[in-house]
């Protein structure tokens, strides 16, 4: 009955999560929680679900595991293939096309929502939201079971025009509140910052995640 | 005559649901699918809600009263089922007034929380109702009660209810701090009920915020033109 609850149809190893991603002028930074959870089990506590497509474009995957693994898969193969054929890196609009083909195609059997984000040459950072099989360029997107608890904070602290570290807060604050109050979401914070010099994965754990007024102050 | 009214019953539901003579929404239940949010300060609480009542997608009533009295200094903020809650509002309101009577003084914010969780709990099954009761008294200053479908009660700093609150937890989670002023709750609970209209369809109207206190209660009203700004439009 509700479209982020993909996560009710997969008994068996549901990504249901906090995944989302930002563009900032000259790059993107994508975030994403690590808990993989089989019913009330979590079956992986460190799980990084920020895949890379190509140097410098990656996807967040939500939903059920093994689907977004495999069309992220699937998508890796063929962007390495286009790219062979072009001669040139690709473009993030190109894979975010691949991934949308596969989530409308196929969109009665998988349950599966992938964020694509990236850098190129032509339009610089880049993210696009294909949930369902649609596509759609937006400065930022939020997907998962615990995005909605964050819709509100997203749209009040979001402004045009942050600078990367700005971004990087932003995600690191956003994936810490979902994790809070989702209980299909936490773990560690898994970071990836794609630029035009370089793509940095980062890993925040727990007890260095940002807290709030309900919580107990952190150990030194 | 029996035989044909009973042949009448049997082929009515069919009848609507084949055709559109009759529209969906009078066969849906009239709820207060719904945002409403209370917080507390020192010397007394920010009430507020928003102010849409839906049968199905028809909107009943675009600019309704969710923040309901139940004593001078007590009020409930009410989400669920539009029936459920009045009737629950009416009944808790009756005992009250009745209990302080007796009392000969003004009510406690808690025994109105309690006799509201017992009419939730007692009831459970046939009820679907999600109360905040808030209020101001002389023992523990301002208070708000939080009393779920299910019938938990828990007293919370600042709580949020109704369809909408889901996408205001992290909001209101980064943004609250103990020991804000009442000028400063006003504006978070504006701000956050906005952002709750914005993205919940059950949602929407003017945002109606309510301050009780030693002194009284104020209310007032922000039209949708008047309501915050949010960035991302």
């Given at each position: 009955h509700c479209r982020m609850g993909q996560e009710e149809r997969t008994s068996g190893g549901g990504l249901s999560t906090t995944i989302l991603a930002i563009e900032f002028d000259g790059g993107v930074v994508l975030g994403s929680d690590s808990r993989v959870s089989a019913g009330a089990s979590?079956?992986?506590?460190?799980?990084?679900?920020?895949?890379?497509?190509h140097d410098k474009i990656y996807c967040a995957l939500s939903g059920s595991a093994a689907d977004a693994q495999t069309i992220a898969e699937v998508v890796n193969y063929q962007l390495d293939v286009h790219s062979m054929e072009i001669g040139e890196d690709p473009q993030v609009r190109s894979a975010a096309t691949l991934v949308r083909n596969i989530s409308y195609k196929y969109k009665e059997e998988l349950s599966a929502h992938l964020i694509v984000a990236g850098w190129d040459r032509r339009k610089g950072g880049q993210v696009y939201a294909t949930l369902n099989g649609l596509l759609t360029r937006q400065p930022f997107a939020v997907g998962g079971s615990g995005s909605s608890y964050v819709y509100g904070f997203v749209d009040a602290e979001y402004r045009k025009g942050m600078s990367k570290e700005e971004c990087q807060k932003f995600v690191v604050s956003t994936l810490s509140l979902a994790m809070n109050r989702d209980g299909s979401s936490g773990g560690v914070a898994y970071l990836v910052t794609i630029d035009e010099h370089c793509t940095e994965e980062k890993v925040i754990l727990g007890n260095d995640l940002p807290t709030f007024y309900d919580q107990p102050p952190k150990y030194p | 005559m029996a035989a044909t009214a009973s042949m009448m019953q049997s082929f009515g539901p069919n009848l609507s649901a084949q055709n559109?003579?009759?529209?969906?929404w009078t066969r849906t239940e009239v709820s207060t699918g719904t945002t409403i949010m209370a917080v507390e300060y020192d010397g007394g609480v920010v009430i507020g809600a928003d102010s849409r009542t839906t049968t199905g997608a028809y909107?009943?009533?675009?600019?309704?009263?969710?923040?309901?009295?139940?004593h001078d200094r007590i009020f409930c903020c009410r989400s669920g089922s539009a029936a459920d809650t009045q009737a629950i509002a009416d009944v808790v309101a009756y005992q009250l007034g009745f209990h302080s009577i007796e009392l000969d003084e003004p009510p406690l914010v808690e025994t109105a929380a309690h006799l509201f969780k017992a009419s939730c709990y007692r009831y459970r099954e046939e009820l679907t109702a999600g109360i905040l009761v808030a209020g101001w008294d002389r023992r523990r200053g301002g208070q708000v009660y939080c009393v779920p479908i299910g019938g938990m009660l828990v007293r919370q700093p600042v709580s949020v209810g109704g369809s909408g609150s889901t996408y205001i937890y992290g909001f209101m989670d980064s943004n609250y701090k103990p020991s804000m002023s009442k000028e400063q709750c006003l504006e978070l609970t504006a701000t956050a009920l906005t952002l709750a209209m914005e993205r919940d369809g059950s949602s929407g109207g003017v945002v109606r915020l309510a301050s009780i206190s030693e002194d009284g209660v104020e209310r007032r009203v922000i039209l949708g033109n008047q309501l915050p700004k949010i960035s991302t439009h």
């Open positions: 979590v079956v992986n506590r460190v799980m990084n679900k920020l895949s890379q497509l | 559109d003579l009759v529209p969906d909107i009943a009533n675009r600019v309704t009263d969710k923040l309901t009295p139940i």
